[in-house]
């Protein structure tokens, strides 16, 4: 079973940049599309980008242009660059890998998360 950890969160302020890491403990997520999720206190877990087996990306609306997923085969490890921070982003942030046929931003090809990392971006 793979196992994901995150990194790198912390605090920040207004315009800021921040990049997350999750690394897996096997190989085995190379074949699986990956992700990275937020859940804001009293709001439901949302998707923010994910990355396809083939390197593709999709992202919310809400951070285009803004964050960048990419990860390193090499190091099994997927990357959350975060750039323009918004206190609208303070959130725990969480890694996913599932199995899906595209990079999708719906929990419902999840079966691995990782703990949460928190991000807050004060104004």
């Known amino acids: 079973q793979v196992q994901l950890v995150e990194s790198g969160g912390g605090s920040v302020q207004a315009g800021g940049s921040l990049r997350l890491s999750c690394a897996a403990s096997?190989?085995?997520?190379?074949?699986?599309?990956l992700g990275w999720f937020r859940q804001a206190p009293g709001k439901e877990r949302e998707g923010v980008g994910s990355?396809?087996?083939?390197?593709?990306?999709t992202y919310a609306d809400s951070v285009k242009g803004r964050f960048t997923i990419s990860k390193d085969p090499n190091k099994n490890t997927l990357y959350l660059q975060m750039d323009s921070l918004e206190p609208e982003d303070t959130a725990t942030y969480y890694c996913?890998?599932?199995?899906?046929?595209?990079?999708?931003?719906?929990?419902?090809?999840?079966?691995?998360w990782g703990q949460g990392t928190q991000v807050t971006v004060s104004s």
């Open positions: 990355i396809g087996i083939d390197g593709n990306t």
């Open positions: 996913a890998a599932g199995r899906s046929v595209r990079p999708t931003l719906s929990k419902n090809y999840v079966s691995i």
């Open positions: 096997t190989d085995t997520y190379r074949r699986m599309t």
